[in-house]
């Protein structure tokens, strides 16, 4: 148990001297020689005291009389019900909502932190222009009003003189998106950027490839059997699912775990494959060779709902498991086992689509492999196999009258889809944006709006994105803190955290949940919708936000439910009208699919016709040079990308990112644990401290993302550990402009 | 983050309920659902306002092998609310005492800061609270339990690892599980009564 004081959060002052900046200092009598003396006496027998005889209990005690807010996370993006305690309008504890289907009464780690996000003491207090120049730290305080007149101005002055499309617009997955991208649209701009691209594209047009949807659910209560290929969702944990599958373990199902690194999902998985980096597509591929070859699939299923059975199997009659073997370093026998184990539980059985696929260039491909092995197992819609996607968020709620957006005829400078055509817009390119911004071409941008999104820490290669900056007119950025997109921007906009505003409704399952304001916003911070109208309304655009405030837009969406606004502020949640809701649908089995021939396409003639493979192919990822490694990222359970490393109590469990590295390559290096080491790519050069441990492949490091921050804004994560995006390379495959965030190689060598 | 482990792991017969003597409150762990995400940690920390530095629970690792055989074991841990506690046979003061439910708590008005307790657990359970100069601990979320409310750790286990309740009570959760299954303790040959059962793999 470490006792280190951290002088940083003691040393800060709080209005009320609230925890965790506890001043009282307890007087203390001096110990005399009785007292010391009674230790070493025999003590008595003493009757146990009864509950009423005993002391009273004299320690911390919070509140017994409080006021229950209900509403929704956002430490993640997973958004479980929260419901939060409240006393004389402070904030003590965060509890998980038992009618959620997120949390089911539980929170994770980062959402027991929520009130180390509110109450940080290094929050943005209020609107901020820079005084120097950029990343130097110099900030005048203005008025919102002032704030505001200045970002539209210079938002209408690129405008006019370069177009609309001069103006590049990213945020990150959140329910105020449809707003945010209402002001883009209605600004005129086509150039979007989201974190797709650097996360889930791959999975995503695969599934669209295969089955026309997006993503397919899961049905973790009567799975047998689960395939993950890197899905570490006991260190990323998406609440509701991580539980499920712990349940599912726990009830006997056998989980295969393909990761280079001996992850905590792989310590509790019952079969851990060290794979070798770049390679899930071969295994997958054999799995597919052997289920066809040997007869194995649902006959039934693939007779009738599936196109293009017999070119996959002539495509796929080379991928043996020996060869498979001869790639991806996991023994044929155990590749064929695998393959029997999992036709034999199907339908019971998954593989799972997993989530930031985005490692490889051949991500996509590996991507359509597990998309293809479900559908020959015929899990589609059974007990334990994958489900239909359900509704969008804002289904079947009321929505607010606006005009038509104005025509777009600019190209899109992430290259959708002028050069990445199978890409849906919604997801874009974003490494390709910020290449773009910095080429000049096809035309030059000027200005860049962020919005909760941290791209300097996100996209590869930081030293790139802050050349792009420097060939922009203006960078406005809203946040809650000052992190390093924030440090290098020009103006500076403080939002309300998620406990302290409204945004727009968000459907789950068959119910609405509400996000409200749990107390009032701190300082001189607002939400969201009200930046956006206000905004809006200066850019001469207020007809595309009709809406008086937070609370009318919420009564506006809440039209059609029969219900208002107080009763659902007070219950949290409300059924949604049986029929719209997203779980009404989810209930009809799906035997049509979305896809041009209606059926679950093992061969895609929509990738044919863009002239990319119509099924799955092997794609050799290139080799580690010599003396490399490959340099893997992954999150861990008690961090949220880029955005909670200085939160005091996530940094107090999680304070830095060492370099994971096996003992065989540490030790020809002279490197142990705790000795400081370089790490370097074409992309640039980092010191760091190594962590030597049997759980990494000896030819691949690991270190967690979102560390290294540059903002002297945030006090507890400046330079606290390294960044990752100093290191990565920037590789976009050109099928999903998936980033492929594994295949940078780097050296290590002791400092 | 790595704890040392305190204290051997012994197999026990796992305790009987006795309805006749009153309540005792008791964890029961099951470590194959622990995955080690803190929730718990940060979750006590927020409930019972822990100063930055200290905490009152942990999750200890037992990482066996070499690359690739490997095995990894989560093991969350918190006062064992010992039902022969040392901490409370060394406190000078006495301001460690022993509630009838089996409740090992601190009166802070007692309680010098001399940090005997703190040597003589052997669990690591206990830490000085340097604002306070008293020792502090894990209550078992007393206040919770008094307001008829599970533990903050409990409730918050995203894995389903922790498991709360009194062991006298057969109909109680945790008695049907020590019912069923194999148990093992920390340190059961120091006598301490420890009051947290690990449930067997």
Redesign the interface.
Known sequence: MSSTPHPEISAQSSPDSAWPYITRRRFLGVMGGAATALIFSQKPDIPLLTSEMAPAYEGHRPPTQYEVVHTLCEQCVWRCGVRAKVKDGRVFKLDGNPHHPHAKGKLCPRGQAGIATLYDPDRLQYPLIRAGERGGGKWKRVSWEDALDYVASRMLEIKEKYGPEAMIFSTTHNLIQTQFENLLKAYGSPNYGTQRSLCFNAMILSNLMTYGLEEPGRDYSSAQYIILTGRNLMEAISNSETQDLVAAIARGAKVVMLDPRFTKTAAKASEWLPIKPGTDLAFHLALIHEIIENEMYDEEFVQNYTVGFDELKSAVSGYTPEWAASKCEIPADAIRRIAREFALAAPHAFAHPNWRTSNFLNSFQTERAIAILNALVGNWNQPGGLVGGGGGEGEGLGTIPQPPYPRVSALRLDGVPWKYPLVPFKLGVFQELRDNILRGDPYQAKGWFIYRQNPLNSLPERRKTIEAFSKLEFIVTIDISMNDTAWFSDVVLPEATYLERYDPLAVVGDSVFIRQPVVAPMYESKPGLWIFKELGERLGLGDYFQYQDEEDYLRKQLEPLGVTLEELKELGHFPMPRGESAAGEEETPALSWNTPSGKVELASEVLRNSEFPPTPIWEEPPAAPADQFYLLTGKVAQHTQFATQNNWLLHERVPDNPLWIHPDPARDRGIESGDEVWVESPGGRVKTVALVTERIRPDCVYMTPGFGKVSKGMSLAYRAGVSDSDLHLSFIDEISGSQALSQTTVTVTKA | ?T?NLKGMLTHIEPPKPNPQAGRRWAFVI?P??C?????C???C?????V?????RN?IAHR?K????Y?????EPENCHHCSNPPCE??C???AT?????GLV??????C???R?CMMACPY?AR??D?????V?KC?FC??RLD?GQPP?CV??????ARHFGDINDPESEVAKLLARHEVYVRYAEAGTGPAIFYIMD
């Open positions: 983050m704890t099951e194959d659902r995955i080690d995400c803190e929730a940690m940060v979750a920390s927020v409930e019972n306002q100063p930055v530095g200290h905490h942990w990482e092998g070499k690359f690739p490997l095995s990894l074991h989560f046979m060394v000078p003061t006495g005492f022993r509630r009838e439910d708590l601190i009166n802070y008005d007692d010098i800061g001399c005997y690591d830490y000085f340097e604002d306070r100069g008293v502090d209550t007393v206040h307001a903050a409730e918050t286990c995203i894995g389903g």
